[in-house]
Nanobody
Framework: QVQLVESGGGLVQAGGSLRLSCAAS????????MGWYRQAPGKQRELVAS???????NYADSVKGRFTISRDNAKRTVDLQMNSLKAEDTAVYYC???????????WGRGTQVTVSS
C-alpha cells in the first residue's frame, strides 16, 4: 500500500522560501514519476510540478523560475523548493505518484503553506 507523508509547510512572508518534502513507502519509488499538487480554498487541486523517473521536470507556468522539484531515490523522497513565495501560493500541498500523467496514489494529509502579504 502506497503511503505518502508530506512535511515542511508553514507560515512565511511574501518573498520568502520554504522547502517541502514527501516521504514515500510501499512503491517502487525510483520507477515512478512523482508530482506536487496544491489546493487553495475554494479551488480545484492543481499540478504544481512533476519529476519523472529519469529526472525530467515540468512546472506549472505560475511557479516556473520560483519552484524546483527534486527527488532522492535512495531516501525515497521528493522535495519542492519554493522561493519568492506569493500570497497566491497559499494552499495545502500534496505529493502523488503519477503514471502517464495520472495520479495513481491516494492523497495524503498534505502540508499547509500560508504566505502572508
Amino acid at each position: 500500500q502506497v503511503q505518502l507523508v508530506e512535511s515542511g509547510g508553514g507560515l512565511v512572508q511574501a518573498g520568502g522560501s520554504l522547502r517541502l518534502s514527501c516521504a514515500a513507502s510501499g512503491i517502487m519509488f525510483g520507477s515512478n514519476a512523482m508530482g506536487w499538487y496544491r489546493q487553495a480554498p475554494g479551488k480545484q487541486r492543481e499540478l504544481v510540478a512533476s519529476i519523472s523517473s529519469d529526472f525530467i521536470r515540468n512546472y506549472a507556468d505560475s511557479v516556473k523560475g520560483r519552484f524546483t522539484i527534486s527527488r532522492d531515490n535512495a531516501k525515497r523522497t521528493v522535495d519542492l523548493q519554493m522561493n519568492s513565495l506569493k500570497a497566491e501560493d497559499t494552499a495545502v500541498y500534496y505529493c502523488a505518484v503519477q503514471r502517464a500523467g495520472i495520479v495513481i496514489s491516494s492523497w495524503g494529509r498534505g502540508t499547509q503553506v500560508t504566505v502572508s502579504s
